[in-house]
Structure formats: C-alpha cells, structure tokens
C-alpha cells in the first residue's frame, strides 16, 4: 500500500535533529549557534539518511523521506518511531494515511462508473442499497481492525479527540476514568462488538423503501436483549465486583436511561442509587423473552405483569424518595412538562412558569377524569362540564404565557389543552 509523503512528518525528523546535533569544536566556537549550520556525525547520517553534503569538516543532513516512507504499514510505523516521532503524531500521520485510502475505496463503490451530468441523481440510495449498505459496514469495520491492529487504538475514539463538541464517547470517558485504561479498552472493545451485532438485527427491519424500518418482530427483540446481556456478562468477568458496581452505575444503559429523565429532578447521589436500582429491576423484566404474539392468553399474562411490575417500580420509588420527591421526579419524567420547561426558556419567560403550568394541567385533568367516571351525568352533561374545565385551563395559562407566547405553546405543545374537553 503506497504511503503519501505527509507534511505532518517534518515534525518528526526536526525532533530527530535536534537529539544530534552539536556545534563544531574549533577557534570559531565564539561565533552563535544560531549562525551555525545544523551538524550530524556520519555515524549517525549513515544509520537514518542516505544523502548527505559535505559542509567544512561536518556533514549537513539533507532531510530525505524515502528512508522513513515504506509501503508497508508496520514498517512506516518503526521507521517513524526510530527518527523519534512522538506517538501521538504517529498515529495522525498514520490515520491519516489509512483514511484517505479507505474513503477512496468507498467513492468508488458508490460511483463506480463517471457521473454523466444529465442523469438524474437520488441520493437516497446510499441508504436505500442493502448492497452498498453491507460494503460500507465492511470498509467501517475493515479500517477499524486495521487501525486497532498497527496502533492498538479505537479509530472513532481517536478521531473524537479532535472535535470541538461534546459527546457519548467523552462523557463515558469521563465516568469511567476510575478504571485502568486495559480495562476501559476491553470494555470498549465488548460495547463495540455489541454494537455491530445490534446493527446486523436492525439492518433485517429495513424494507425497500427509503429510512423505512419495520416493527421488530417478538424473535428480534429476544435476540437484542440476549446481546446485551452477553455483552453485560463479558464486562462483569474482566472487572472486580466494586467496579462492575460503578460500572453499572455510570455507564450501563439502564444508568443513561435513568439520567435522560431525571433532568430538572437534581438528585443527589443515594436518590439517583434509588432510582436506579427500580429501573433496574424494571429492565430486568422488560429483558424476559417475548412470548408468541398470536397467543393471547400469554399476552394478557405478561400485559398483567408488566403492570404489577410498574406499580411495583413506583410504590419502591415513592418508598425511597418520600411524597414530594416523589412527585418532583413524577414531574420531571412527563414529556409534557420537559416540553413546557424547553419552551419557557425559548420564549425567554418566568423560571418557574413550568411548574405552574403543570400545576394547572395536573388539577385540570384530575377534575376531567371525575367528570368522565360520573356515570350520573348524561352524555351532553359530561361534555358541557369537560369544555367549562377546558376553558378554564386555557384562560389560566394565557394569563400566565400571555396571550401570543400561549398561541405558540397551543400549537406546538400544548396538546394536553385540547384533549381535556374531549
């Protein structure tokens, strides 16, 4: 594989002048070493370069690439080690490298053939091909064996390191920083696989038609649950029990699910343990097979424990958190009042508008549910009195947004408003 010349590199061969060279030793030696030419030994010219110029009674390096570049990989890698090129430069000269040859790879499996101007172009397709699909998958995992093989590296992870944003990738970084690095690595290595495995079921939901996927089959479900367990069973048998436990904690699934709805909530450390040990059990039982969805008997079965299960979940949360952090996280995990809290801060309104509004939309919808469980009203009744409490939410919280921020929250959240009188 020819390897380009990279300007990257001149900073490896100027460290590697600067480990050898040295003023001349004669009557000149008053004169500054900023005036004087850079000097190597032959010894040392003889060893890493094979053109040289004589200059006086020294010899000056003519700097010459073709003695680092080789076709080979692993032998760039050493040549570029031996000049004393830090490692980290290494490996961007090296990615780098590999990079461009895989991308040019993929272009021409997506344009195999010149592009004639006056055909009509759907872009679609790239997403839409199984074929190219498959190819693209391959040349992604190729390049990511080939990087882990020479610089025993993740190739994603590396790339991240370079972007000015926030990540999944950085934050774990973050959460598992208490681990040796061997083991954040095998642990990297056990999700990565995990990944790829999960992909391969979800690329079979794919119909034809574009970004179209199908319902996942009760089979499919069964065989995502078994890999993450397998991939939660790989990762308990390369930590310590202490550090499986912060490991679950930090970065397991169940512990971001936990964190994606506890904004706005702020638990401390022992209410977030609380939390999570009940969605834990929660996700234990969503992760039991799946039965046979034509067998209803079964399906009544696991429909009725699944609702013991969430009951169960609650009634341990209102156990462990008490009545009013209870209801604050009842709070926090409604859509509706994360929608409210979103749009109160783009409108740039009151900090606790939020709260107030879902004060409003709570007892509003306690009152419904009375009225539509009387069973002494009649029809026309019960839908008088659904309109006079609709109303009345309406007119609280215009009062509260005012009159142009609630037409916008009306149409584009506030679907809670509309369904009260129905």
Not at 271 to 300: H, V
Request: proline fraction near 4%; hydrophobic fraction near 40%; glycine fraction near 4%.
């Amino acid at each position: 594989m020819k390897l380009g010349w990279l300007v990257a590199g001149s900073l490896c061969l100027n460290v590697a002048l600067g480990l050898f060279v040295f003023s001349r030793q004669d009557d000149a030696a008053a004169v500054t070493a900023a005036s004087q030419p850079k000097l190597v030994t032959r010894t040392v010219v003889e060893k890493v370069y094979d053109t040289v110029e004589v200059a006086g009674e020294a010899e000056v390096v003519r700097e010459d690439w073709r003695v680092v570049e080789s076709k080979d990989y692993k032998e760039y890698i050493q040549n570029l080690r031996a000049v004393g090129c830090p490692e980290e430069t290494v490996r961007d000269i090296v990615i780098a490298d590999i990079n461009r040859h895989y991308a040019s790879r993929w272009k021409a499996l997506m344009m195999p053939e010149p592009m004639k101007y006056w055909e009509p172009w759907d872009s679609s397709f790239v997403y839409s091909s199984p074929k190219l699909r498959a190819e693209r998958t391959a040349l992604e995992r190729e390049r990511a064996d080939l990087i882990r093989e020479l610089l025993g590296i993740d190739a994603g992870s590396e790339t991240l390191k370079y972007t000015m944003s926030w990540t999944p990738q950085d934050r774990e970084e973050q959460l598992l920083a208490f681990l040796p690095e061997a083991k954040r690595r095998a642990i990297q290595e056990i999700n990565e696989k995990a990944q790829r495995a999960r992909a391969e079921v979800l690329a079979r939901l794919r119909t034809g038609a574009p970004n179209t996927p199908a319902s996942l089959s009760a089979s499919d479900g069964n065989e995502l649950n078994r890999i993450q367990k397998e991939s939660t069973e790989s990762i308990r048998a390369i930590l310590a029990p202490q550090e499986f436990e912060q490991y679950m904690l930090r970065a397991s699934p169940t512990a971001n699910t936990v964190r994606s709805r506890l904004v706005g909530f702020n638990p401390t450390e022992e209410e977030f343990k609380a939390i999570y040990r009940a969605q834990a059990r929660r996700d234990e039982f969503n992760s039991q097979p799946i039965g046979d969805p034509n067998d209803r008997a079964a399906m009544q079965r696991r429909a009725e424990a699944f609702g013991a299960a969430s009951a169960e979940f609650n009634n341990q949360l209102r156990t462990a958190l008490g009545e009013q952090r209870y209801a604050d996280y009842q709070r926090v995990t409604d859509y509706v009042y994360r929608d409210l809290t979103q749009f109160a801060q783009r409108q740039n309104l009151a900090a606790d508008l939020a709260n107030r509004v879902y004060d409003v939309k709570r007892v509003a919808e306690t009152e419904a549910s009375r009225v539509r469980q009387n069973t002494s009203l009649t029809p026309e009744q019960r839908a008088a009195a659904l309109r006079v409490i609709q109303a009345e939410a309406q007119r609280g919280v215009t009062q509260m947004m005012g009159a142009q921020a609630y037409e916008q929250y009306s149409m584009q959240g506030g679907h809670w408003l509309h369904m009260i009188g129905r």
